[in-house]
């Protein structure tokens, strides 16, 4: 079955450094991945989206990178500042024609 | 409206009644989504629902569960005989069609409470 990990632990870093959070997945070679926010209490945010033929891409301090050899979505958060922290969650379409989502990345950026 | 819409926003129920969640789309949006997301955990996919299409109801974790939409407005997610594992939020989500190179947009959620 389908099966996406994205890192385990919460990730705390210091206002101003880079976030790197990372989404990988097994099973499947989805055409697209998608990253969302999650503040506590509310339903996720749309950040990215970054299709299969695309290496990179970039929205203001945020970047997404996307390996298919690898299996390997890297979702950036540069400069970050104390508002970046959430959780994050990678997306894909799997077998079946469902959507899967990670259980997502809790980032805290410490000012 | 502006963003997808949720009722109740919070739900405290007793094992064994019947819940039902409401949730309204953004209008012109054909897909429709209900996932649940327990403490801690990620979004575990329930159904959806594509314009007049059958719905996909693969997610449905037991006969317990079920869901309407009635053409491409309100969809209601039926929970009977809740039991306390059914504690969860429970997320609705629409976009224009029903593909990942759309955008999702939820709804703030329903948290409901099975005591």
């Known amino acids: 079955s389908q099966k996406i990990e994205q890192n385990s632990e919460a990730l705390n870093i210091q206002e101003g450094k880079t976030a790197t959070l990372t989404c990988n997945y097994t099973n499947y070679s989805p055409a697209y991945l998608q990253w969302y926010r999650q503040d506590p209490g509310r339903g996720p945010v749309f950040l990215l989206l970054?299709?299969?033929?695309?290496k990179e891409k970039r929205k203001e301090r945020l970047k997404v990178t996307f390996d298919t050899t690898l299996k390997q979505s890297l979702f950036h958060i540069t400069a970050s500042q104390p508002a970046d922290s959430a959780t994050y969650l990678c997306?894909?379409?799997?077998?079946?024609?469902?959507?899967?989502f990670g259980t997502g990345t809790s980032l805290t950026v410490i000012p | 409206g502006a963003g997808v819409s949720q009722s109740p926003s919070n739900k405290v129920t007793e094992k064994g009644k019947d819940v039902e969640l409401r949730c309204d789309p953004i209008?012109?949006?054909?897909?429709l989504y209900w996932y649940r997301q327990r403490l801690g955990q990620g979004l575990e996919f329930l159904i959806y629902f594509q314009g007049n299409s059958a719905p996909d109801k693969s997610g449905l974790p037991s006969d317990r569960f079920s869901a309407e939409r009635t053409g491409e407005s309100v969809s209601t997610l039926t929970i009977q005989r809740t039991q306390q594992e059914d504690s969860a939020v429970y997320l609705c989500?629409?976009?224009?069609?029903?593909?990942?190179?759309?955008?999702?947009?939820f709804g703030p959620g329903t948290r409901l409470l099975v005591l």
């Open positions: 209008s012109g949006h054909t897909a």
């Open positions: 997306a894909l379409e799997g077998t079946g024609n469902q959507f899967y």
């Open positions: 989500a629409s976009s224009r069609t029903r593909t990942l190179r759309e955008t999702q947009y």
């Open positions: 970054i299709r299969e033929n695309e």
